[in-house]
């Protein structure tokens, strides 16, 4: 056990309503941070397959430049220096955002599975505790350095 200081050996801390230090008191339970991380792990898929159908509609709309632009050379006899470079700068401008469509849908993907792993890591190693003060009728668990001897 670490030694008091001797500036706060005599100090007793406040005391909450639910019996607990106000040192350690907090206005977030278990069930809240499970209830964000869920709400997380669902923005992330909503983002992910937002991301992938903007990849999806990026690279249809590459397809369809592709058609216009050799539709132009061929039927309509368009095909100008300036017509050229201006469709060819559309077209990279569009291979980019299905890049970064692709990156940002892997990214959400990852994001909502990390939630998610996190949320079940802590209703794993958490909610034995809670459930165990609850049946014991404590309003909180005793830190662990009351109970190691």
């Known amino acids: 056990m ?3 200081s001797a ?3 005599g100090v007793t801390a406040p005391v909450t309503a639910g019996g607990v230090s106000a040192q350690h008191a907090t206005d977030i339970t278990l069930d809240d941070a499970l209830k964000a991380l869920t709400r997380l792990t669902t923005a ?4 992910h397959d937002d991301s992938a159908e903007l990849a999806r509609n990026a690279r249809q709309l590459m397809g369809e430049l592709e058609e216009m632009a050799n539709d132009l050379a061929a039927t309509h006899n368009v095909s100008g220096a300036r017509t050229t470079r201006a469709m060819s700068v559309l077209m990279e401008t569009v291979a980019l955002l299905v890049v970064e469509a692709e990156q940002m ?3 959400a993907l990852d994001a909502a599975e ?3 792993a996190e949320e079940v890591a802590m209703a794993r190693d958490y909610r034995p505790t809670q459930d165990a003060t609850a049946d014991a009728g404590l309003a909180t668990p005793s830190a662990r350095i009351h109970n190691e001897n």
């Not at 992330?44 to 983002?47: F, P």
């Open 2 to 4: 670490t030694p008091v």
């Open 7 to 9: 500036r706060t050996a």
């Open 44 to 47: 992330g898929m909503e983002t």
């Open 105 to 107: 849908a892997r990214a």
């Open 114 to 116: 990390l939630a998610e």
